[in-house]
Nanobody
Framework: QGELVESGGGLVQAGDSLRLSCAAS????????MGWFRQAPGKEREFVAA????????VYADSVKGRFTASRDNARNTMYLRMNSLKPEDAAVYYC????????????????WGKGTLVTVSS
């Protein structure tokens, strides 16, 4: 069994930056894709970003493209999400996920999920 633990959420002002981390334990996720989702109050969970095993391929939701950057350090079993120019509409609980490939994550599915970290953006 594997576990994903997110960290780095918090309260920021619009325009600020934040970096989320996702630490994997219990098994290595180095041979699969990982990604980020978010869910705002009253809304459905939505795909944010995904990154391939080697980090060479990344995909993003249109709403975050150009502002968010996903990266990973397989030696540390950790994935990151750098979020720049945050907007109030970015406020949500952000979830880390792992799956065998990017297409699975981009389609909204995953084999493993974290419990989430809250990001609040004040205007």
């Amino acid at each position: 069994q594997g576990e994903l633990v997110e960290s780095g959420g918090g309260l920021v002002q619009a325009g600020d930056s934040l970096r989320l981390s996702c630490a994997a334990s219990g098994r290595t996720f180095g041979n699969g894709a990982m990604g980020w989702f978010r869910q705002a109050p009253g809304k459905e969970r939505e795909f944010v970003a995904a990154i391939s095993w080697g980090g060479g391929v990344t995909v993003y939701a249109d709403s975050v493209k150009g502002r968010f950057t996903a990266s990973r350090d397989n030696a540390r079993n950790t994935m990151y999400l750098r979020m720049n120019s945050l907007k109030p509409e970015d406020a949500a609980v952000y979830y880390c996920a792992a799956a065998s490939n990017i297409a699975t994550i981009q389609g909204g599915s995953a084999s493993y999920w974290g419990k989430g970290t809250l990001v609040t953006v004040s205007s």
